[in-house]
Nanobody, 123 residues
Framework: QVQLVESGGGLVQPGGSLRLSCAAS????????IGWFRQAPGKEREGVLC????????YYTDSVKYRFTISRDNAKNTVYLKMKGLKPEDTDIYYC????????????????WGQGTQVTVSS
């Protein structure tokens, strides 16, 4: 059974850093792209960035370039989202999701999602 479990969210001051983890189980992480998305109540979900099977990164939004990065540890079945220079507008629930393919192809789609972890950026 495929599962994705996010962790690492919390309250951080503007300019601070956080590392989110996405623990995967029930499938071979090596074969799939994993994306991070975020959503606030009442707002549309936004794609943040994605890592493909060969560790190539695709940014879905320019607003996090140079501040966020993504990495994967296939041995630990975990994908990480490292965030620095956090801003209040980064406050959201962050979700990881498994792509149907090895590539960060939004058109192909994401089939499994985690339950999300809250990130709040506030002084």
């Amino acid at each position: 059974q495929v599962q994705l479990v996010e962790s690492g969210g919390g309250l951080v001051q503007p300019g601070g850093s956080l590392r989110l983890s996405c623990a995967a189980s029930g499938f071979t992480l090596d074969y799939y792209a994993i994306g991070w998305f975020r959503q606030a109540p009442g707002k549309e979900r936004e794609g943040v960035l994605c890592i493909n099977y060969s560790d190539s990164i695709t940014y879905y939004t320019d607003s996090v370039k140079y501040r966020f990065t993504i990495s994967r540890d296939n041995a630990k079945n975990t994908v990480y989202l490292k965030m620095k220079g956090l801003k209040p507008e980064d406050t959201d629930i962050y979700y990881c999701a498994k792509n149907l393919s090895p590539y960060c192809d939004v058109g192909v789609g994401y089939d499994y999602w985690g339950q999300g972890t809250q990130v709040t950026v506030s002084s």
